[in-house]
């Protein structure tokens, strides 16, 4: 029970870590953010915020983890068919998800990913490598199939890019249609 309430509590005040530096982000440049700025705005004493990091670099490092986590998470919930509703839905996911996480829309608007998207294209080699070795398309070979994948992922970082660059100029529904049109035109063909 005593280890249960003690998971408990380090999981909210890692909540509460992970909310205030997002909220820090929309205030502050990333690079002029302090750990005073985040226990400030957490509403928790500095030990706290050590016992969880050992300093803003390393917060930012489980933060790119986490969010390279909840984007592949999104992919594999993700069964293309031919069936533009359900590739919508899907592309929608991505939108709110990429809306509503301040620090990777700060990572597309800017220069300052490498790291993360080093990371983030790593990740999405394996998983290029294991889409192929699970899939056998019908009319094109799986070397054909694996540079689809990747010119698929690569062109949704791109448009990503772009409306976060536009500051969300145009609605999420928008970008859903034209990711869900290139998707079903272009990737959908090589998976049968």
């Not at 509403?43 to 790119?64: C, D, K, Q």
């Not at 996480?101 to 220069?111: D, K």
Request: glycine content about 2%; hydrophobic content about 40%; proline content about 4%.
């Amino acid at each position: 029970m005593q280890h249960e309430i003690q998971d408990e509590r380090y999981y909210v005040a890692d909540e509460a870590i992970y909310d205030a530096f997002f909220l820090v982000l929309k205030e502050k440049d990333l690079e002029k953010i302090t750990v005073s700025d985040v226990i400030k705005k957490a509403g928790i004493v500095r030990s706290t915020f050590y016992n969880h990091y050992e300093n803003i670099p390393a917060l930012v490092t489980a933060i790119e983890d986490k969010t390279i986590d909840d984007i592949f998470s999104l992919m594999e919930t993700f069964h293309p068919k031919d069936d533009n509703d359900i590739c919508k839905s899907f592309f929608m996911t991505i939108c709110d998800y990429t809306m509503n996480n301040p620090f990777l829309t700060n990572l597309l608007r800017s220069p300052r990913g490498n790291k993360f998207f080093e990371k983030a294209l790593v990740m999405f080699h394996r998983y290029v490598a294991d889409i192929t070795q699970n899939t056998t398309p019908s009319c094109h070979s799986k070397e054909e199939l694996s540079y689809m994948v990747a010119c698929t992922i690569g062109s949704t970082l791109g448009v990503l890019h772009k409306w976060t660059k536009d500051n969300f100029a145009i609605p999420a529904e928008a970008v859903a249609d034209i990711l869900t049109q290139a998707f079903i035109a272009g990737m959908l063909p090589f998976m049968y």
